[in-house]
T-cell receptor, first 112, second 115 residues
C-alpha cells in the first residue's frame, strides 16, 4: 500500500511557465513533508520542506503548498527553467528521526 | 564538508556472485539509510541504522541481502548470491539524529547490474 503517491510519472512544461508537481499521502500521522530533486547519475538532493503547522513554504522560485484536509501537497516552480529538468520525489515522515516514505517520483521536462 | 560517499559507483557482476556495496555517511550524522531505486517501485527503504544499530530491516527483500554498520563512518550492503532482479541503483543516505526536520542527505548511488 503506497502511503505517498505521485500520480503523474512525467510532466512537460515550457520554459518560463509554472510547473506544478502533485503528491498525495494517506497516513495522517505524517507531519513533515519534503521534496527532493534528482538528476541522472546523482543521488536525490533536498529541495524544500514543509511542516504540518504551515500551509505554505517558499524558497526563491520554489513554493510548496500543503492541504492537510485533502492530504495533498504540491510543488510550484515559477518560472520554470531548463535546469529544473529532473525527477522530483515527494517524501513524508514524522518529526523526529523516523524513516521518510518516498513517492515514485515525477519526471519534469522544461522545454526551452 | 564531504557528502555521503558510496563505492563502487558502478558494479557489473554475474548471477550467483557476491556483491558488496559501501557507504561512508557524513561525519557527525548518526542515522544511515539504504535505499533501492527501480522504475517499478521507485525509492524503497531497505534498512536503516541509528547509532550503528539496525532499527528496521523490514524492507530487505530476502535473506540474500544483509547490511552492517561496524562503526559510525562505514556501512556495507551485501547481496549473496546476486540475481538479475537485484539490478537497480542503490543509495545510501545519512541524517543527524534528533533533528526535527528529517532531512536525509543522499550519496551518488551504486548502479548494480547482475547479468
Amino acid at each position: 500500500d503506497q502511503q505517498v503517491k505521485q500520480n503523474s510519472p512525467s510532466l512537460s512544461v515550457q520554459e518560463g511557465r509554472i510547473s506544478i508537481l502533485n503528491c498525495d499521502y494517506t497516513n495522517s500521522m505524517f507531519d513533515y513533508f519534503l521534496w527532493y530533486k534528482k538528476y541522472p547519475a546523482e543521488g536525490p538532493t533536498f529541495l524544500i520542506s514543509i511542516s504540518s503547522i504551515k500551509d505554505k513554504n517558499e524558497d526563491g522560485r520554489f513554493t510548496v503548498f500543503l492541504n492537510k484536509s485533502a492530504k495533498h501537497l504540491s510543488l510550484h516552480i515559477v518560472p520554470s527553467q531548463p535546469g529544473d529538468s529532473a525527477v522530483y520525489f515527494c517524501a513524508a515522515g514524522n518529526s523526529g528521526n523516523t524513516p521518510l516514505v518516498f513517492g515514485k517520483g515525477t519526471r519534469l521536462s522544461v522545454i526551452a | 564538508d564531504a557528502g555521503v560517499i558510496q563505492s563502487p559507483r558502478h558494479e557489473v557482476t554475474e548471477m550467483g556472485q557476491e556483491v558488496t556495496l559501501r557507504c561512508k555517511p557524513i561525519s557527525g550524522h548518526n542515522s544511515l539509510f539504504w535505499y533501492r531505486q527501480t522504475m517499478m517501485r521507485g525509492l524503497e527503504l531497505l534498512i536503516y541504522f541509528n547509532n550503528n544499530v539496525p532499527i528496521d530491516d523490514s524492507g530487505m527483500p530476502e535473506d540474500r541481502f544483509s547490511a552492517k554498520m561496524p562503526n559510525a563512518s562505514f556501512s556495507t550492503l551485501k547481496i549473496q548470491p546476486s540475481e538479475p532482479r537485484d539490478s537497480a541503483v542503490y543509495f545510501c543516505a545519512s541524517s543527524p539524529i534528533n533533528r526535527g526536520d528529517d532531512t536525509q542527505y543522499f550519496g551518488p548511488g551504486t548502479r548494480l547490474t547482475v547479468l
